[in-house]
């Protein structure tokens, strides 16, 4: 990490936090429901970013922890189970199911490498999101409303709420700063060493296979903890939460921002949702104006912003 990217972070840390007084004061709550989707989704970069950044792993199923969090909460929330009925409990449950998954699948791709690898974790994700449309009780296809919204230490996270916001920015300054130090530890010197040369890693002794199924139970769990934040910001659960395009979205974030860097997440979460409101603005075919704007960085700027920022990429 440089310091050019680590201040830019910060300024951009205090933007956001710096949203708070300012929605009081302009009786805004635009700004909070935009600038709370930005940091769920950097929080699930976040995840993402530790298998297909730090890595080196083609994943692109992550939405599905996402929507298992998100159900997480929609699923006891509509049934009104009385252990779960509180938000501790609901997002320990996102976690949990987010880091189960994830471990479940990554048991069995991680024998994969390459194509094998990106198909096998997209195909799983399809099969939860089918899943998530099977659910007929909870609306299938179309999904469902929450009747109400987690509440946490007495407070209420109702969408576009105050307290809702300053959650999900505290999860996404958490994750950021304990995927920072899981980076600089042994752990992940391995996962780094395993991205370079997988079978020099595996002649000194090392069980590679272990280190990214732990990375990839934590890449889950954090998908899970912002899928649980992503239920409570709409109020409302969908399988859209789990499809292909969602996935596509997170791995546009991570890339976006810088693969395999601290702050990318951050970064790229911060370009995606502004540009889609400024270009959304403009025209309903934003995309069609996105797609070549992402394929100027990624030529500009093959280490993303990040790497732009700092000139180097970030290890």
């Not at 929605?23 to 699930?44: C, M």
């Not at 974790?121 to 109400?148: I, K, N």
């Not at 109702?158 to 920072?180: C, D, P």
């Not at 899981?182 to 780094?192: E, I, K």
Request: net charge positive; aromatic share 10%.
């Amino acid at each position: 990490m440089t310091r050019s990217t680590a201040i830019i972070a910060g300024f951009l840390f205090v933007a956001l936090i710096a949203a708070i007084p300012a929605a009081l004061f302009l009786h805004e709550p635009y700004l909070i429901s935009l600038f709370g989707r930005l940091a769920i989704l950097a929080v699930a970069g976040v995840g993402l970013n530790l298998v297909l950044g730090h890595s080196g792993l083609p994943a692109f199923g992550h939405a599905a922890f996402v929507g298992v969090g998100a159900y997480s909460v929609g699923i006891t929330t509509l049934e009104g189970i009385p252990f779960l009925a509180n938000g501790w409990a609901q997002f320990g449950l996102a976690i949990v199911l987010g880091a189960l998954s994830a471990t479940i699948i990554g048991a069995l791709s991680l024998r994969t490498r390459g194509v094998a690898f990106l198909m096998i974790t997209l195909a799983f994700g399809q099969m939860l999101f089918y899943g998530a449309v099977s659910l007929e009780r909870y609306g299938g296809d179309d999904g469902t409303t929450l009747p109400t919204s987690s509440t946490l230490a007495g407070l209420s996270l109702e969408r576009g709420s105050i307290a809702l916001y300053a959650l999900s920015l505290l999860v996404l300054l958490l994750a950021t700063y304990a995927a920072w130090r899981v980076m600089r530890s042994p752990f992940g010197a391995v996962l780094r060493g395993a991205a370079v040369n997988e079978r020099r890693m595996q002649a000194v002794g090392i069980q590679v296979f272990r280190f990214r199924l732990a990375a990839f139970a934590l890449s889950g769990a954090i998908c899970g903890l912002a899928g649980a934040l992503l239920a409570n910001h709409a109020a409302y659960v969908s399988p859209a939460n789990l499809s292909w395009m969602r996935s596509v979205e997170l791995a546009i974030v991570v890339l976006l921002g810088g693969a395999g860097t601290t702050f990318g997440p951050l970064f790229g979460a911060a370009a995606f949702v502004l540009l889609e409101e400024v270009l959304s603005g403009l025209t309903e075919h934003w995309r069609l104006i996105f797609g070549p704007l992402l394929l100027l960085v990624v030529l500009v700027a093959p280490g993303g912003i990040a790497g732009l920022l700092s000139g180097k990429r970030d290890g």
